[in-house]
């Protein structure tokens, strides 16, 4: 059973950082792309950030892109997401997940086969 555990959620003001912590429970390589994804109460999921483990590309939504950093740490088996210059907009509960193949595109939702069970993000004004 492949488990992936978020961490490192928490409240902070605007213009504040956090990493979120993603450990998982097998080798971080074996899955084609680890994702950030996020989801604010009244919408849909959408996608954050994703890594191809192999290679250690990144990928970005345009709203993150210079604000946030997808990172892995093999040795850890851990996925992290480093957000900085954090808005009221951002909040929403983070979820990691993972694909075992290419998953169409890398914000693709229904392309990962494991998720885990969230952390929440809260940005106040």
């Known amino acids: 059973q492949v488990q992936l555990v978020e961490s490192g959620g928490a409240s902070v003001q605007a213009g504040g950082s956090l990493r979120l912590s993603c450990a998982v429970s097998?080798?971080?390589?074996?899955?084609?792309?680890m994702g950030w994804f996020r989801q604010a109460p009244g919408k849909e999921r959408e996608g954050v950030a994703a890594?191809?483990?192999?290679?250690?590309?990144?990928y970005y939504a345009d709203s993150m892109k210079g604000r946030f950093t997808i990172s892995q740490d093999n040795a850890k088996n851990t996925v992290y997401l480093q957000m900085n210059s954090l808005k009221p907009e951002d909040t929403a509960m983070y979820y990691c997940?993972?694909?075992?193949?290419?998953?169409?595109?890398?914000?693709?939702?229904?392309?990962?086969?494991?998720w885990g069970q969230g952390t929440q993000v809260t940005v106040s004004s």
């Open positions: 997940a993972a694909a075992l193949r290419y998953p169409g595109s890398w914000a693709r939702t229904d392309g990962y086969n494991y």
């Open positions: 097998r080798y971080t390589y074996n899955y084609y792309y």
């Open positions: 890594i191809y483990t192999r290679t250690g590309s990144t």
